[in-house]
C-alpha cells in the first residue's frame, strides 16, 4: 500500500510539474513533446510498480454491459456539462492562464495527437486518479471521491481557476462511473471522447 500511494503521489507531482514545463517551453511543438514525456514517464512508473498496485476498487464488476453504457453516457454528458463552468467562472474572478495549447499545428501532428496524445492523457490520468486514488486514499469512498476529484483539478492549475473547478467537478462522475462498474476503460473512454471534442 505505501509502495501505491508513493506511485499516486509521485504521478501527481509529475502532472503538477508538467504546466511548470508548458511555461519554460517555446514552441508547439515542445510543449506536445513535453506532455507526452510526462504522462509515459507516469505509465513507466506505473508498470514498474504493477505488483504492488492493490486490487480495483468497485461495486459491481464487468460484465453489465448496458450498465455500462449508460454510466458512459451519463459521464460523458456530465463531463461535457461541467466544461461550461470554466467558462463561466473565468467570467466572473479574475482567473488566469499560463500558457497556450498549441494551434495551427500541420495535420500529421495534429492527427498524432488527437489519437496517440488524447489517449495518452486519459489513460494516465485516468489510471492514477480513479483507479489508484480510489483505492489507496484513506477514509470512506465518498471522502476518496472527493480527494481524488480535488488532485484531479489542482494537477490542471497551469489552465486557471475555471479550468480547476470544472475538472475537479467532472472528476466525480468519473469516479463513480468507475467504482460502479469497475471498468477503467470506461472512465478513459469518456475522457477520451471528451478531450477529442474540446480539443478538436
Known sequence: MVKARLLLAFGFALLMLNDFAFMAL??????????????LAILAAIFLAARHLPPPVAVWRQGHTRLAAMIFAVVTTMVLQVDLLAD?????VPSW???????GIGPWLKAVD???GLALTAYAEEFLFRRLALSVLPGSMAARVIVSSLLFGLVHWGEGLGSMAAVGLAGVPLALGYWRTGSLMLVVLAHYVVDVILFF
Request: charged share 25%.
Open 26 to 39: 517555446s514552441g508547439q511543438k515542445g510543449l506536445l513533446y513535453a506532455d507526452y514525456g510526462f504522462k
Open 114 to 116: 488527437l489519437s496517440f
Open 97 to 103: 492562464d499560463l500558457f497556450d495549447w498549441p494551434k
Open 88 to 92: 463561466w467562472i473565468d467570467g466572473q
